[in-house]
């Protein structure tokens, strides 16, 4: 699948491996910063600022693995190129609409993954 699909595909795998790195960062920025907040022993309400790396967690995973970029579709390009950040536009305003509502879908869900955890961690008796 190295071809462009609207609502479904419009990264290819640079871009891919690139949004899973990411994923990572955020992963690991969660953790640290997580253990920090708990052997500091700063108060609980500061667990909810793990929101923002959880996010950037989710969102480069989930772009990573349904082969889309949100930031890509919400400004109507998509790049299957060795070199990463090399866009070309989409040209249809069908095809434009349907990766906005691709985006935002993938931006939703990865709120609702963040909020999960940092509520998650919140809550963690420790």
């Known amino acids: 699948m190295g071809e462009y699909q609207p609502g479904a595909c419009n990264i290819g795998s640079a871009e891919i491996a690139r949004r899973k790195r990411t994923g990572l960062i955020g992963v690991g920025a969660t953790a640290i910063l997580g253990l920090a907040f708990v052997l500091f022993h700063l108060p609980a309400v500061w667990r909810l600022s793990l929101f923002v790396p959880a996010f950037f967690a989710a969102t480069g995973f989930l772009q ?62 420790l």
């Open 64 to 125: 990573g693995f349904m082969r889309f970029c949100a930031g890509f579709g919400m400004r109507g390009v998509f790049n299957f190129g060795p070199q990463v950040g090399k866009t070309e536009e989409v040209e249809q305003a069908e095809y434009r609409r349907k990766d906005k509502q691709k985006a935002l879908q993938i931006l939703a869900y990865s709120a609702l993954i963040a909020i999960v955890v940092a509520t998650a961690i919140f809550f963690l008796p």
